[in-house]
């Protein structure tokens, strides 16, 4: 079954200090797209990226970047010299079994004080 | 601006009634989504419709109604059968019929039990 795990319930930081979110998977797909999702305050889901299972390079777009290991089922996302402004929950997700729906993981809430 | 709309931002539900939560789009997506938030938890599926007049149950439906009627609206019902209906309900759209596009987000209603 598909699943999404983020073993981070929360983490602090100091502004500009780098931080790592955790995401590990399980799917029986071969081929699979992978979601994060930013949570602010606010409360409205921002998309932040979609990967495909096929394209394992890093992807970097100016203080955010993520790292896919399919061969330990992981998406990971690094934030370089945080922000206040990346104070929010970000959730990981990819798609259920049948296609038609995404699975979130329970998201982790990074706090970033200045 | 096109966008997702959901009305109202809050909600207050006595006991014994039904509530319904409004969800508009003007993306021109095809498939739209309700989610329930609790605290702590990831999103959890509860109905989703691919094409006008269509629908299916998500992992939550117990307690929840919805209509695909045209294809800019999806409004959620919660009935009196929902026995804990505080959250935070969250609709979403996407390009096409499958969950490998990016969803787009509302703002989200929260739901309280008087």
């Known amino acids: 079954a598909q699943k999404v795990t983020q073993a981070q319930t929360e983490i602090s930081v100091v502004e500009k200090e780098d ?25 409205e889901l921002v998309f932040l990226i979609r990967r495909n299972s096929f394209d394992e390079q890093n992807e970097i777009s100016g203080r955010y970047s993520w790292n896919f290991q399919k061969s330990t089922s992981s998406f990971n996302f690094t934030i370089t010299a945080s ?32 | 601006d096109g966008g997702i709309t959901q009305s109202p931002k ?19 997506h095809d498939a739209m989504y309700w989610y329930r938030q609790d605290p702590g938890q990831g999103l959890r599926l509860i109905y989703y419709s691919q094409i006008v ?9 117990e307690g929840y109604s919805v209509s695909r009627e045209k294809k800019e609206s999806f409004p959620l019902t919660v009935t ?3 026995k804990n ?16 596009q990016p969803q787009h987000f509302g703002d989200g209603t929260r739901l309280s039990i008087l």
């Open chain 2, 85 to 100: 209906p505080t959250a935070f309900y969250l609709c979403a759209s996407s390009w096409g019929t499958g969950a490998n």
């Open chain 1, 83 to 114: 922000q206040v402004v990346d104070s929010a929950v970000y959730f990981c997700a990819l798609p259920n079994q049948a296609g038609t729906a995404l699975i979130f993981g329970k998201g982790t809430t990074l706090s970033v004080s200045s």
């Open chain 2, 80 to 82: 009196s059968a929902q």
């Open chain 1, 19 to 43: 931080v790592t979110l955790d995401c590990v998977y399980e799917t029986r797909d071969t081929t699979y797209y992978l979601f994060w999702y930013k949570q602010p305050p606010s409360g």
């Open chain 2, 53 to 61: 007049n269509d629908f299916q149950k998500g992992d939550i439906a």
């Open chain 2, 10 to 28: 809050y909600l207050f539900r006595k006991e014994g009634q039904n509530v319904t939560l409004s969800c508009e789009q003007n993306l021109n």
